[in-house]
């Protein structure tokens, strides 16, 4: 009894190791370096006046920028480039939201996407060529940030 608690206990805190490892939607500011290796891309930081600006650019041209609250909680990420950047790195526990949304809805593949919930929302359209979008979570927004920012 006493070791299936233990390994139990071990198995929350690899959880929790693993999730906090990347910067995606929700995170922290641990997993910035984690997503920049994953996605082979440069780097630059900056801070405004509400949040901290994280800009990552890939070798094929794309940019993710991650913002960040003051004490590195990523509440949102947008993205622009040729191709989609991977998503589920990027968004976190929302991927799996994003997934169950498209599973139920009947739209076109090449279709934009628009999902709006409490806790999460999410834009994404474009082709091949030209993809854009982004994802926040409104609960995490700081005061003052501007939504077209994201844009």
Do not use: C
């Not at 920028?65 to 990420?77: H, L, P, Q, S, Y």
């Not at 998503?87 to 999902?115: E, H, K, N, Y």
């Not at 091949?128 to 700081?142: C, E, N, Q, R, T």
């Amino acid at each position: 009894m006493m070791r299936s608690r233990k390994v139990a206990a071990a198995m929350m805190l690899a959880s929790v190791a693993l999730t906090s490892a990347a910067a995606e939607l929700g995170g922290g500011r641990h997993g910035l370096e984690a997503d920049r290796a994953h996605l082979a891309a440069t780097m630059a930081s900056t801070t405004v006046a509400t949040h901290q600006l994280h800009t990552l650019t890939l070798a094929n041209g794309d940019v993710v920028r991650e913002f960040a609250t003051a004490d590195g909680t990523v509440f949102a990420v947008a993205w622009d480039g040729p191709a989609r950047p991977d998503l589920r790195q990027l968004l976190g526990p929302a991927f799996d939201i994003l997934q169950a949304d498209v599973s139920a809805s009947r739209r076109r593949p090449r279709q934009a996407l628009t999902m709006v919930h409490d806790d999460v929302v999410i834009r994404s359209a474009g082709h091949p060529g030209a993809f854009h979008g982004y994802a926040f979570l409104p609960h995490l927004v700081p005061p003052g940030f501007v939504a077209d920012a994201l844009e």
